[in-house]
């Protein structure tokens, strides 16, 4: 949720105004779509990452109000705890050299950050939690200082009633309570995005939907919160139980959380904003002078903005996105399934093999979601997040005889998914070299069976068996983490040896 918005309390007229308005939005969405008033297919992508902030000891450092404005670029953005930054690279077209210059780009702009807040004895940090995270640091306090932020954490907290509780069982079990919704700060990921044309997207969103399981199993990195050992991938479990707004009576009735991941294949975009509509009770309720109606009416097209504000407080793992550039409409689908890091290369390697997959995928004649139940879709996402790398998923058997076969995950993607994903990117123009480099760092996952999420345990109980206690172990697998991070080199070369002490 990046609007800019004005702390300040809502009553009941703005509720019920900007609830008519937001009908009026989505009519408005409908009326552009049978009208075709959409971009055309540009093979437009896109990339945010959010990061740490994190001193030389491995520990948080709540500064990014003091590390931005020596960075003093538009590319760099704050995010909701004081220790977290995001980066934001401009839309890329999808084709030749375009994962090399992407890497490129950012290399520069996070070595450019990493000095400007070294100025401060900060340092920036790609990972999905960091490990070193207590719970005294995500309090309102280490909010960062942002009306938006302030406003956003008001709505939710009155919305449900009650603190925040967090139970996620994993190797450990994780029991807390928080009276704010800092703890989603903890979550830091990468979001993909592709623009694709309206008849396009609902073929690309479930092709996104299918593989989400995928791409945890794969590039999980966020074992560790609060010094408990949980999931393999601890973000979605977190984020949903950070900004459940539903008190208990609503979660025992069935109620849906406001992060999820869905429950049904779609036929068109327009399906997902009226979902977030008829499902979810708007947070944010504030209004724009827009009439969206009387601007089509008169030939212009509406910037949506009360649809695209709710929209941004529903978190859906695959959301979509409306959005306006010189005037003209269009859509994308915002893939929010991978954490942030371990590097550069493995971030374009986890983009390659997404994008790759969701144009073979989206373009096949007897497309996977027919094949595979939706149901089975969420069971690989709940899966992988749980197990990392050793996930077994169900997936589709090949051949007209059908049904589903549970196949570990480094298999299904080394003997079935990277050709696919080779093919798709093929599909898109990609160069040979940055297909062959980026699925080949996939592939040495799959072959070694290591990503972040693995790298980070093994180190940490590496750490533990010299004698260290669990909160030494956690900071010294952190400082190792942050010095590989920096050196560059994939997370499945990394050498798991004992960090010092």
């Not at 009553?11 to 779509?33: I, N």
């Not at 000095?115 to 909010?143: F, Q, S, Y």
């Not at 005889?401 to 696919?420: F, I, N, Q, T």
Request: charged share 25%.
């Amino acid at each position: 949720m990046g609007e800019k918005v004005v702390a300040g309390a809502f009553d009941l007229a703005d509720r019920h105004g900007y609830r008519k308005k937001l009908h009026q939005c989505l009519e408005g969405l409908e009326r552009l779509l049978a009208e075709r008033r959409f971009d055309r297919p540009r093979n437009l992508m896109g990339v945010e990452i959010e990061l740490n902030l994190a001193g030389a000891d491995g520990m948080p450092k709540m500064l990014n109000g003091e590390v931005l404005p020596r960075i003093a670029s538009s590319d760099f953005q704050m995010e909701l705890g004081m220790f977290n930054l995001e980066v934001n690279i401009v839309p890329h077209r999808l084709d030749g050299r375009v994962f090399d210059q992407l890497a490129e780009e950012l290399r520069t702009g996070l070595g450019y950050a990493h000095r400007k807040a070294g100025e401060v004895d900060a340092g920036i940090m790609m990972i999905g939690i960091l490990p070193t995270l207590r719970h005294e640091d995500l309090v309102l306090a280490n909010l960062s200082d942002a009306d938006r932020y302030t406003l956003l954490n008001d709505q939710m907290v009155a919305a449900r009633g009650e603190d925040f509780s967090l139970d996620i069982q994993g190797v450990e079990r994780l029991l807390s309570t928080s009276a704010s919704i800092t703890p989603e700060a903890a979550c830091t990921s990468v979001q993909l995005h592709l623009q694709v044309t309206p008849e396009r997207f609902a073929a690309v969103w479930n092709a996104a939907q299918a593989i989400a399981g995928v791409q945890i199993a794969l590039g999980a990195n966020s074992p560790f919160l609060f010094g408990k050992e949980l999931w393999r991938e601890s973000r979605p479990p977190l984020f949903q139980q950070a900004t459940d707004t539903r008190p208990p009576e609503l979660q025992n009735q069935g109620v849906r959380p406001r992060t999820w991941f869905g429950e049904r294949w779609i036929d068109s975009a327009y399906e997902l904003f009226e979902e977030n509509l008829r499902y979810f009770p708007p947070l944010l309720p504030i209004g724009d002078e827009e009439e969206p109606l009387r601007v089509l009416d008169e030939g212009g097209v509406p910037r949506l903005q009360e649809l695209v504000l709710h929209n941004g407080t529903v978190y859906r793992w695959n959301r979509p996105v409306y959005g306006l550039v010189d005037g003209v409409p269009h859509l994308r689908v915002e893939n929010r399934v991978l954490p942030a890091g371990p590097t550069v290369t493995d971030v374009i390697a986890n983009a390659a093999l997404y994008y790759g997959l969701v144009r073979s995928l989206a373009d096949e004649s007897r497309p996977v979601w027919t094949r595979l139940p939706f149901a089975a879709a969420e069971e690989n996402f709940d899966t992988a997040c749980r197990l990392g790398i050793d996930a077994e998923l169900l997936w589709p058997r090949p051949g007209r005889a059908g049904g589903l076969a549970r196949v570990p995950a480094v298999e299904l993607v080394r003997d079935e998914l990277l050709p696919l994903a080779a093919a798709g990117l093929a599909a898109w123009n990609i160069a040979p070299a940055d297909r062959d480099r980026y699925l080949g760092v996939i592939e040495g996952r799959c072959k070694r069976r290591v990503n972040g999420a693995s790298w980070q345990v093994d180190t940490y109980h590496r750490a533990r068996e010299t004698g260290l206690d669990r909160h030494a172990a956690l900071a010294a697998t952190t400082r190792r983490y942050t010095e590989l991070m920096h050196g560059g080199e994939p997370v499945h070369t990394w050498p798991t040896s004992v960090p010092g002490r």
